[in-house]
């Protein structure tokens, strides 16, 4: 075990997938010789040459539609989309051929495409700099969706990704780049729990929280001062968001009856809508109160320094976890 | 300073300025950038380029009829673009890669595409039919300009690999205006890649004119690009093989991408749904259809001695066989199995769909138990 | 009264708005001079003159982006997108630019910009011409999302849509674009039902079925249906997709109890999927059994034989309805 | 038939081929495609001009100071295009329409864009300051390329209300790779609107060399696309003046589009967080110091006689009272208040959006009641 970044576990991730198949390639803007605007393919390019690393022209449709013509030849493109924000322009090559094409060739033309998107908000970025896009891809049939939390799961899930024969949307959350933690470099991908299952990050028995990418550290900040009054919170990091693990969210359900799910995304239509529904059919008679969302309003990215009113932080969580328990919150009850 | 002040004073809509090697009357003439590159084009080769371009003709007319009598949703004329089709492909290798959009009959009859999967997909059986690295020809594309960055993909693989194939991306002159399309130009001329570029230029992009989408040809945006060009004339087979052997061994040798415009004329509707005669004017057909590139060739071919009833009756029967394999597979056609909707969503297990692959798999057999209204 | 198509409903709304306001004009693919591929805009070119009625290049991303350029010079363009699965092409415009230019200016700049998309399947097309991409758009900030049913909607809603200061994204069902129906074409819009709310269009007691766009008609069907199994539906034709009338659906929630949702488009994290859970939130305690949704596969649209085994049929609508009734639907539960 | 398959050989890379009127030491030189346009500019207004630029610089560096000291989240420095940037803006009439990028500090202080309205974005307090109908620039766009589609579409408005303003799209060499930058293109040709593109062409698109996106030089893809263009020095700001006056007037006049590539240099970093010693020579960069577009015009009004101590004191004067405004915005500004998160996302009541401002507003009030922990 190693500690480090999760920025670094990331970088170690590609590393290892470009030393052991010389079909792997890494391609973005900026992401050679400057190793990306976070640094997470530094090095990348003095290592396995500027063949494999390749910086691209400034257009994200073209990386994504030359990634898929590489498939096509049988590699397996890494694609960097420098921001959330600006992965939209990318958006048609996405829906419309990387994640169909599997589906219209029945199978003979695979899309083992790792697309790698530093995610969300927090850092005091400017617009477009800081977008949860995630549900757009979550909802778009023939794409797995995956989203980070700690270093070890960057590297263990980037590497399954890769070595995924289906295209992989990779949510790295920015604002934990920095975030340390132990990382087994040598661990067998294959021992790892497989990338589409959920984990249980905390356990407790009174309110299920589910989350996913930087806002896992939100709920277990929100466990520990629930903890103080007396309130114990399961939490569960998604890690996955297509497909959902339901297998171990309803089991906790089924045990507290009672959920917040939480996203820094918009509401309306967004992965927590999906939780809530899928949970409430599966669930329903386990359930003592209507499960709740809390996440990021359904307004544009606001400026920096507004971004703190619109990120679901600890103190929203706590306040849907004493309306999931029926206590009064100190916030009188609106009703549409 | 290269003159950059004063663009050319050519017209997108000048479908004279062409490179040609086979005149109006199908009689050769010589053009000396052309001329190199049809040197060993004999008449036995170019009896087989006929053959093709006739059997693309009468699988595009059984198409049309197919549909008519609704064996088929849709289908999409290519009458009047035989030449550029055929003899694009023809100038290929048999590992190059073809990226084609859905017009291109042609280069997937050269590539002995099989009757069935002509109709399978308009029939509304399948998204996609022959199987593209049997063939080295993708499957038909729809979203407009989306494959040109996929042969630019394909082609940034070849160089990888040190392959000596080439590339290519077929898409219309409507297409030119896709953003992907020119970012297609860009990637390809930033890493030298070996693509080539064929715009088939018929004039319409179903009811615009292309004079909409460009008003200098079309040829004329490459080279800003730093990819060279040429504009052919797209209803001349041996100017089309001529060309593309130009092309694709610029390419192939190192050089970079190359881009042909082959002015061509789309004689037929944009597809069975369209009514042309909204927007064009039927002596513009009737203009085009007297330059038809079948007759040109036929023309040359038996000026060569080279074309007598026996060959034409060959043909016929060729054709004939092809078409009725087209016709018993629609006709002969079951309904699908149902679950097969499921099918190869993934490449791997996905959970979600696999429990909703499984619901439904149940409902169905409801229905068979008599549980259904 | 004027008994018309669909078609021609929105035909005559584009017409009155031409004639109306000289800032109003219409651009796409195709719509001059041919009418529009569905014939929706015929008549316009030869009516208003090509610099109102406008033939755009061949480029969904250039079309909305002046579009955006002609509204920040005053005028209320109406895009029509030429298909469904064109409109990706275009996201990064609808996405960064149509939806936020509003919020960005602090509501200096006005996007009245209304993008009409012939939508959805049924209507035995080839690829990417039976799309359902509505939740992408309910899922973002700053866009108004309706979907029509009837040629007296199609007639109102697109007036309405157009007047509307902010951009809507405008959903016609193609496969009721021949549909007729009574429409009145004199009636002022400020009379008529506000764009943003939701009709019940059938009561009914014991199941609430919530849907929108052609779905309705099934949904209708399968109401007939029930009756005559002595199940009574109530049918809810949401309109609006964003914003969602929850008034309107709650209060029948609250009687019914027991709610389906309905719609072609895909499961995960679709329109359904935020209904429900808004719903739940809402109507808790009303809930006699859980909201169940009836939807599109998970899959890519499925070629054309295929796609009667895709849409959620009046079958499938009833099924959901037993079970949410707990009536044996005939068909045994399969769980995660 | 035009030559397209042999592309000029020129290089993107080659930056001395450009248009200008001053030489690197500021020494007018003559240029017969520029002159005519510059006839008339005469000391007075340069040094109006000038004054634009080294407020221009002062201000930037002023940003870069007050990002460095924690005022501002972020800066893109503009050091080294105030010339491109300010001699392009006052070639325009008042009432034209600028359409920037985030770098084009130079056209808003030609068109008196206030002190605050420089740094309220990248304070993190808005999207967007200033007012765009006050100034007619719209704001900064974020996304690269993006603008040049809304510049076109205001210019058809422009060609619709018979106005006679052009509509101007700023972006930078990088930016040309996106779709919607050739689209752009496209629809002005296409329309003949009056539209004037200006790419920046500052070397560098963060780490990524011209090359990466253009093997020739940028102006060269304009008239592919029937659009004239000039590639001029963006250094020296009298032939900025001169190019965008033949460029406004040519668009101005009913002639259509027209396009700009001004050849500079971004000499500081790409933005306060970028390190570019990563990935650029430090010669490279002392190379274009050395060509400092301030120097070269101050050079040239003192060989006119027309700059002095007491115009250099002025200027110093000025821009400290702007740069003090600049800082006293930042650093008395208060935090926002928390319910502005919901303004202005419509236009109209939105049910949706409006009942979870409400519910937020009750939480919030909650706080002041006690109930947060
Ligand atoms: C992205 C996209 N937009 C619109 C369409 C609808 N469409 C299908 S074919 C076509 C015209 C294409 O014209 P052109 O590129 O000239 O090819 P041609 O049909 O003439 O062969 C259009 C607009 C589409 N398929 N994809
Ligand atoms: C669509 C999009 N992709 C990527 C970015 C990230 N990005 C911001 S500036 C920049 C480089 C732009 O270079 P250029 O166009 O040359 O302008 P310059 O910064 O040199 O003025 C990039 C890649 C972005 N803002 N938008
Ligand atoms: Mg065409
Ligand atoms: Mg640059």
Redesign the interface.
């Known amino acids: 075990m190693t500690e480090m970044t999760m920025g670094k576990a990331l970088t170690a991730a590609m590393r290892r997938a470009l030393a052991d198949d010389d079909k792997t390639l890494v391609m973005g803007e900026d992401i050679g010789r400057l190793g990306g605007v976070f640094r997470i393919t530094d090095g990348l390019q003095s290592e396995f040459g500027p063949r494999r690393v390749v910086d691209t022209p400034l257009a994200e449709s073209g990386i994504v539609g030359t990634a898929v013509g590489l498939a096509f030849r049988g590699f397996r493109p890494i694609v960097e989309i420098q921001f959330d924000g600006f992965v939209y322009p990318a958006f048609d090559q996405i829906v419309s051929q990387v994640a169909k094409l599997h589906y219209r060739t029945q199978g003979r033309v695979k899309m083992p495409i790792t697309i790698r998107i530093p995610w969300a908000g927090g850092v005091g970025a400017a617009e477009h700099h800081s977008e949860s896009p995630e549900a757009y891809f979550v909802h778009t049939a023939g794409l797995r969706v995956v989203a980070v939390s700690n270093p070890q799961d960057a590297y263990t899930m980037l590497r399954q990704a890769i070595a995924s024969d289906d295209p992989v949307v990779f949510f790295e959350p920015k604002r934990l780049y920095h975030a340390k933690g132990e990382v087994d470099l040598d661990a067998d991908i294959a021992d790892a729990a497989p990338m589409g299952l959920a984990r249980v990050v905390r356990e407790g028995t009174d309110v299920t929280v589910v989350t996913y990418g930087a806002q896992v550290t939100t709920a277990l900040d929100a466990a520990l001062a629930a903890e103080d009054e007396g309130i114990s919170l399961e939490v569960i990091d998604l890690r996955s968001l297509s497909p959902v693990d339901y297998g171990t969210v309803a089991a906790s359900v089924r045990r507290t009856g009672r959920v917040v799910v939480t996203h820094e995304a918009a509401r309306e239509a967004g992965v927590g809508a999906e939780v809530i529904a899928s949970i409430t059919e599966k669930c329903f008679h386990y359930l003592e109160a209507p499960p709740l969302r809390v996440t990021g309003h359904d307004i544009p990215y606001p400026p920096a320094k507004l971004e703190q009113h619109h990120l679901p932080d600890l103190d929203r969580i706590l306040d849907a976890v004493d309306r999931v328990l029926g206590r009064p919150s100190g916030v009188p009850e609106v009703t549409a | 300073?290269?003159d950059?002040?004063?663009?050319?004073a050519?017209l997108a809509s000048d479908t004279e300025?062409?490179?040609r090697l086979l005149d109006h009357e199908g009689c050769r003439v010589r053009d000396e950038?052309l001329d190199p590159w049809a040197a060993d084009v004999d008449a036995p080769m170019l009896r087989q380029v006929y053959r093709d371009m006739f059997l693309s003709r009468r699988l595009d007319a059984e198409g049309v009829a197919l549909q008519r009598q609704g064996h088929l949703?849709?289908w999409a004329p290519a009458q009047g673009q035989e030449a550029v089709q055929v003899g694009t492909a023809w100038a290929c290798h048999d590992d190059d890669?073809l990226?084609p959009s859905y017009r291109e009959i042609g280069i997937e009859v050269v590539r002995g595409v099989q009757p069935k999967d002509f109709v399978m997909?308009?029939?509304?059986?399948?998204?996609?039919s022959w199987?593209?690295?049997d063939v080295h020809v993708?499957?038909p594309q729809?979203?407009?300009g989306?494959q040109?960055?996929?042969?630019?993909?394909?082609?940034?693989?070849?160089?990888?690999?040190g392959g000596d194939q080439v590339?290519v991306a077929y898409f219309g002159d409507?297409?030119?205006?896709?953003?992907?399309v020119?970012?297609?130009m860009?990637?390809a001329?930033?890493y030298g890649v070996p693509v080539v570029f064929v715009c088939s230029n018929n004039q319409w992009?179903?009811?615009?004119p292309v004079q909409?989408?460009?008003?200098?040809?079309i040829?004329?945006?490459?080279?800003?690009?730093?990819?060279?060009?040429?504009?052919v004339d797209g209803n001349d087979v041996l100017a089309c093989i001529a060309a593309m052997r130009w092309a694709a061994d610029h390419a192939r040798s190192g050089r970079g991408p190359a881009y042909l415009e082959a002015v061509t004329y789309r004689v037929g509707p944009h597809t069975t749904?369209?009514d042309p005669t909204?927007?064009r004017d039927a002596d513009e057909v009737a203009h085009w259809k007297a330059r038809d590139p079948l007759a040109r060739v036929e023309s040359y071919l038996r000026s060569l001695g080279a074309f007598d009833d026996a060959f034409a009756q060959t043909l016929t029967a060729d054709a004939d066989r092809f078409t009725a394999a087209m016709r018993s597979a629609v006709v002969g056609a079951g309904?699908?199995e149902?679950?097969?909707?499921?099918?190869?969503?993934?490449?791997?297990p996905?959970?979600?769909?696999d429990?909703?692959?499984?619901?439904?798999a149940?409902?169905l057999?409801?229905?068979s138990?008599?549980?259904?209204?």
Request: proline share 6%; glycine share 10%; hydrophobic share 40%.
């Open positions: 300073m290269t950059t002040l004063t663009p050319a050519a300025d062409v490179a950038r949703g849709l890669f990226f997909v308009w029939h509304g059986a399948q998204h996609a199987n593209p690295f993708a499957n729809i979203i407009i989306a040109s960055l996929h042969a630019v993909g394909y082609a940034m693989g070849i160089q990888r690999d590339a409507g297409a030119t205006s896709q953003g992907d020119n970012e297609a860009i990637f001329a930033s992009a179903i009811s615009e909409l989408q460009s008003r200098t040809p040829s004329h945006r490459a080279p800003g690009f730093g990819i060279p060009s040429l504009r749904s369209d909204r927007y309904a699908p149902p679950l097969r909707v499921f099918d190869q969503v993934y490449a791997e996905h959970s979600g769909l429990e909703q692959r499984a619901r439904f149940v409902y057999d409801g229905f138990g008599g549980a259904a209204r």
